[in-house]
């Protein structure tokens, strides 16, 4: 059964700083993996969708990377802001159609002025 | 670009009444939605998916006939929550995946999500 972990779980910074997080899956075949962004008390914002092909994808001051083999993905933030807080969730989609997302448990990030 | 909506955003109920969740797919027919629920400060666990026109398939630990759910079209899936619970409390949040070729990609849209609170 897959599993998603978020490495940490927590993460304060101040403004300005760049960033790492980090997200781990057991099952290899997967179909694309996601970062999603919540903020509390609210849905979900797709940030980066990687595709199984690909290595990484960027936008804006963000930049997504994946590693399949070994089960690996991280999300670059560049010179963070406080309106980046949030809790930044990845998810993964098996490879195979018609599948849900699995999600870890996310990572809470405050970025302080 | 495709939009899921959710009603209510927020609801109260009392213990033991029922309460009845909707996901709409507003520009795109849904073949499969996706139903989960979030605990304060945990991830989404997945409840079930539900087939437009067939039976739901639940996730193991999940009790379906507590969560009813119902796809009875393309654009609309029902989660209704029967004999509520407090510890059924929770952030209800649906998906979408388009059918056809808009379905390519494995693109999924998420809902507002749902927040109930049963007391």
């Known amino acids: 059964k897959q599993e998603v972990t978020q490495i940490p779980a927590a993460l304060s910074v101040p403004e300005g700083e760049n960033l790492v997080l980090n997200c781990s899956f057991t099952?290899?075949?997967?179909?694309?993996l996601q970062w999603f962004r919540q903020d509390p008390g609210k849905g979900l914002t797709s940030l980066l969708l990687?595709?199984?092909?690909?290595r990484e994808q960027t936008s804006g001051r963000l930049n997504a990377s994946l590693d399949k083999s070994s089960g690996r993905s991280t999300l670059y933030i560049a010179a963070s802001q406080p309106g980046d807080s949030a809790t930044y969730l990845c998810?993964?989609?098996?490879?195979?159609?018609?599948?849900?997302?699995?999600f870890g448990k996310g990572t809470t990030l405050s970025v302080s002025s | 670009g495709a939009v899921v909506s959710q009603h209510p955003s927020w609801v109260i109920c009392k213990s033991g009444t029922s309460v009845k969740i909707e996901c709409r797919s507003l520009?795109?027919?849904?073949?499969?939605m996706f139903w989960y629920r979030q605990f304060p400060k945990q991830s989404l666990m997945l409840m079930a998916t539900?087939?437009?026109?067939?039976?739901?398939?639940?996730e193991q630990g999940v009790e379906k006939d507590k969560f009813l759910i119902n796809h009875a079209s393309l654009t609309l899936s029902t989660l209704t929550v029967t004999s509520a619970h407090p510890e059924d409390s929770s952030f209800y949040i649906c998906?979408?995946?388009?059918?056809?070729?808009?379905?390519?990609?494995?693109?999924?849209?998420f809902g507002e999500g749902s927040w109930l609170t049963v007391v």
């Open positions: 998906s979408a995946r388009p059918g056809g070729l808009r379905g390519s990609g494995n693109t999924i849209y």
């Open positions: 099952d290899s075949a997967i179909y694309n």
């Open positions: 990687i595709q199984s092909s690909q």
């Open positions: 998810a993964v989609t098996a490879n195979q159609a018609g599948t849900a997302l699995i």
């Open positions: 520009d795109f027919q849904a073949t499969t």
């Open positions: 539900s087939n437009e026109g067939s039976k739901a398939t639940y």
